[in-house]
């Protein structure tokens, strides 16, 4: 489950940023509102393209997907108490002392 929900979510990543990129910018509407265009400043371009439709869709379906992961994994615990540990770190963990021993006083 957690790998089929991973795999979809790196393919709608990737579809994502395509879909971005091939998208034509606003930035000359924006450039010709301060010069005295009479559209509005962010340009009104009517009903939304097909290409903005599959925007706001795959923005949705990552969204969806990366919230799920998280609840997967925060509900899964920790990645570092699951690993095991090797032998080399159980050499390295130095062993716990015991109480240190007083010195005994002589009676007098």
């Given amino acids: ?8 979510h790196i393919l709608v990543a990737f579809f994502l940023i395509f879909i971005v990129l091939i998208q034509s910018g606003k930035g000359a509407e924006l450039g010709a509102a301060f010069g005295g265009s009479s559209q509005t400043l962010f340009g009104s371009r009517g009903a939304a393209t ?6 706001t869709v795959a923005a949705i ?14 509900k899964g615990g920790s990645v570092v108490k699951k690993s095991p540990v090797t032998t080399e770190e ?19």
């Avoid at 379906?61 to 925060?74: C, K, N, Q, R």
């Avoid at 159980?90 to 007098?108: D, L, V």
Wanted: glycine share 2%.
């Fill in 61 to 74: 379906v990552f969204m969806i997907t990366s919230l799920t992961l998280a609840v997967i994994t925060a």
């Fill in 1 to 8: 489950m957690l790998t089929l929900l991973l795999i979809i």
């Fill in 90 to 108: 159980k050499k390295a963990i130095p062993p716990t002392p015991g109480p240190i021993p007083q010195p005994s006083t002589p009676a007098k």
């Fill in 50 to 55: 097909f290409l903005n439709k599959m925007t």
